[in-house]
């Protein structure tokens, strides 16, 4: 496994996926950040709280073997915030994705967890949560698009 290769583009993509959701957020007021489309959409504070969530659950549990439960359902309830908790949310939470893989000992790397009943190594693990915090922050950019329209300042690095 080429694990330097795998550990500095998995750093640097955690560490879009932080910047650009704050420029994101740093665009809206509490209530367009709290605002969601419709009555069954997500607004971005519940985004935030299912990405963390997803950390617990991958990296916190899977990968550094803490004893830690997960309440998946109560992630999706709908979760208000202000904006400098969404702000803290989201530095503490990638920040410290990011610390785990600047620190993973390349042997951890290949190490298994058990998701959905499969064995995955950690490495296609991080791979996943990457991909799937882009989902969510794809579904961020949307929602403050929908909020700010003309106004809305791209993020793209």
Not at 34 to 41: A, G, Q, T
Request: charged share 35%.
């Amino acid at each position: 496994m080429k694990s330097d290769f795998n550990r500095e583009w998995l750093v640097k993509k955690f560490e879009e996926i932080k910047s650009r959701t704050l420029k994101a957020i740093s665009q809206l007021d509490e209530e367009q950040l709290n605002w969601s489309p419709d009555p069954v959409s997500h607004n971005i504070p519940t985004l935030l709280r299912h990405i963390e969530g997803n950390i617990v659950e991958r990296i916190r549990k899977g990968i550094c073997k803490e004893e830690i439960d997960r309440d998946r359902d109560k992630e999706f309830l709908k979760t208000l915030m202000t904006k400098s908790e969404a702000e803290m949310l989201i530095t503490k939470n990638l920040e410290y994705v990011v610390g785990v893989i600047k620190s993973l000992p390349e042997e951890k790397f290949d190490e298994k967890q058990i998701v959905r009943g499969k064995e995955r190594s950690n490495l296609d693990m991080l791979h996943q949560c990457a991909a799937h915090y882009s989902e969510h922050m794809g579904q961020i950019f949307y929602i403050t698009k929908q909020c700010k329209k003309d106004e809305y300042k791209t993020t793209s690095v």
